[in-house]
């Protein structure tokens, strides 16, 4: 498994609230976590991690139409999700000895927004030795976040840093006042300066008495975009669905502005339970069904709406707030995820929007 990075910026000094949990102090003495052990018997759902930590917001920049946040806390396990013999697994990521910290960015449309769920991003970080590190980050998934990028980084020491983070021209549809954007690759160059002792003094705490349980910790309190879904969402209402754990919860609208062309657009937006995130990086088909007939059965492919956001959809003549439409999960979610999500999000197979 390759391993990726992140760096971030310019000292804006936030660092997120931990209220209502109880802090540890100074548990982290050296450039590694001490992260407790992993909970026996894990759901295969949503549950609460072991632990809640806060981080230091080091900056923005701009990349291009697009604006990237940048942020780490303190080095720690997560999960890529990989193919196993025709059905999919959570392969935990290790800490390795050398990990300072873990770097996390955020990327949204600076207009409106939207947060960017799932390209290519790469870090270069420099110092005024030369080359830190150069890598592809991850696409990540949390509760106090949603999505986002990021992965564990190896730090020489406390210094000032450079990083040039490139967000890849967009790989799915765009609608509406992002069509015809982001299609070619832009770079933000955002300076920090980082020190061991700060990175120590951000708040982190045990969940002790409900670690395991089903259910979340809260969003963080963020200056930037979050991923969540929107309240409401264009077009008209066929109806929504639930996976069987409860999930994630599918929104289907049969859309008929300009922007989706002439065709009717079954627009479907998946949110999780609790946080309300919508959830990247899954391969979908639907069918739908009308007058006992069908009248559309496919994949239904990602796409990025400045009302919307991240959705998935496809054009079905005639479609109509009365047609059945039923979404087939057919790949769960291949973003890496933070703990309290590694187990969660599998249960693969079809909902009926009603």
Same mark, same amino acid.
């Given at each position: 498994?390759?391993?990726?990075?992140?760096l971030?910026?310019?000292?804006?000094g936030?660092?997120?609230?931990l @209220?209502?949990?109880?802090?540890?102090?100074?548990?982290?003495e050296?450039?590694?976590?001490?992260?407790?052990?992993?909970?026996?018997n894990?759901?295969?759902?949503?549950?609460?991690?072991?632990?809640? !930590?806060?981080?230091?917001?080091?900056?923005m920049?701009?990349?291009?139409g697009?604006?990237?946040?940048?942020?780490y806390?303190?080095?720690?396990?997560?999960?890529?999700?990989?193919?196993?013999?025709?059905?999919?697994?959570?392969?935990?990521?290790?800490?390795?000895?050398d990990?300072?910290?873990?770097?996390?960015?955020?990327?949204?449309?600076?207009?409106?927004?939207?947060v960017?769920?799932?390209?290519?991003?790469?870090?270069?970080?420099?110092?005024?030795?030369?080359?830190?590190?150069?890598?592809?980050?991850?696409?990540?998934?949390?509760?106090?976040?949603?999505?986002?990028?990021?992965?564990?980084?190896?730090?020489?020491?406390?210094?000032?840093?450079t990083a040039?983070?490139?967000?890849?021209?967009?790989?799915?549809?765009?609608?509406?006042?992002?069509?015809?954007q982001? !299609?070619?690759?832009?770079?933000?160059?955002?300076?920090?300066?980082?020190?061991?002792g700060?990175?120590?003094?951000?708040?982190?705490?045990?969940?002790?008495?409900?670690?395991?349980?089903r259910?979340?910790v809260?969003?963080?309190?963020?200056?930037?975009?979050?991923?969540?879904?929107?309240?409401?969402?264009?077009?008209?209402?066929?109806? !929504?669905g639930?996976t069987e754990?409860?999930?994630?919860?599918?929104r289907?609208?049969?859309?008929?502005?300009?922007?989706?062309?002439?065709?009717?657009?079954?627009?479907?937006?998946?949110?999780?339970r609790?946080?309300?995130?919508?959830?990247?990086?899954?391969g979908?088909s @639907?069918?739908?069904?009308?007058?006992?007939?069908?009248?559309?059965e496919?994949?239904?492919?990602?796409?990025?709406?400045?009302?919307?956001?991240?959705?998935?959809?496809?054009?079905?003549?005639?479609?109509?707030?009365?047609?059945?439409?039923?979404?087939?999960?057919?790949?769960?979610?291949?973003?890496?995820?933070?703990?309290?999500?590694e187990?969660?999000?599998?249960?693969?197979?079809?909902?009926?929007?009603?």
């Amino acid at each position: 498994m390759q391993r990726r990075a992140f760096l971030g910026a310019a000292g804006l000094g936030l660092t997120g609230s931990l @209220a209502g949990c109880t802090a540890v102090s100074n548990v982290f003495e050296t450039t590694n976590s001490r992260e407790p052990p992993l909970v026996e018997n894990r759901p295969d759902a949503i549950y609460i991690p072991t632990h809640r !930590e806060g981080m230091e917001m080091v900056g923005m920049g701009d990349a291009g139409g697009l604006k990237v946040g940048l942020m780490y806390s303190y080095a720690h396990r997560f999960w890529t999700v990989d193919p196993d013999g025709g059905s999919y697994v959570a392969t935990e990521v290790p800490l390795e000895a050398d990990d300072s910290i873990h770097l996390m960015a955020v990327v949204w449309e600076a207009e409106t927004g939207v947060v960017v769920p799932s390209t290519d991003v790469t870090v270069e970080l420099t110092n005024d030795d030369g080359l830190v590190y150069e890598e592809v980050v991850y696409p990540m998934f949390s509760q106090q976040m949603g999505v986002h990028y990021g992965d564990n980084v190896p730090l020489p020491g406390d210094d000032i840093y450079t990083a040039k983070v490139t967000v890849a021209g967009l790989p799915f549809e765009r609608f509406g006042a992002f069509d015809g954007q982001f !299609e070619q690759a832009a770079t933000a160059t955002i300076e920090f300066d980082y020190r061991e002792g700060q990175r120590n003094d951000i708040p982190y705490s045990l969940l002790e008495d409900k670690q395991g349980q089903r259910g979340t910790v809260p969003r963080m309190e963020m200056e930037m975009p979050q991923g969540v879904a929107p309240s409401s969402l264009p077009g008209e209402t066929i109806g !929504e669905g639930k996976t069987e754990t409860q999930d994630i919860t599918f929104r289907a609208q049969a859309a008929t502005d300009d922007r989706f062309g002439d065709t009717p657009y079954l627009l479907v937006s998946p949110k999780t339970r609790y946080n309300g995130y919508l959830v990247p990086q899954m391969g979908l088909s @639907a069918t739908v069904e009308r007058d006992g007939e069908t009248a559309f059965e496919g994949d239904l492919t990602p796409g990025l709406d400045p009302e919307a956001g991240l959705h998935y959809g496809a054009p079905v003549e005639n479609l109509t707030p009365d047609d059945t439409v039923t979404v087939t999960i057919d790949v769960p979610p291949l973003v890496a995820r933070h703990e309290g999500y590694e187990t969660a999000f599998f249960d693969v197979g079809s909902v009926t929007v009603e």
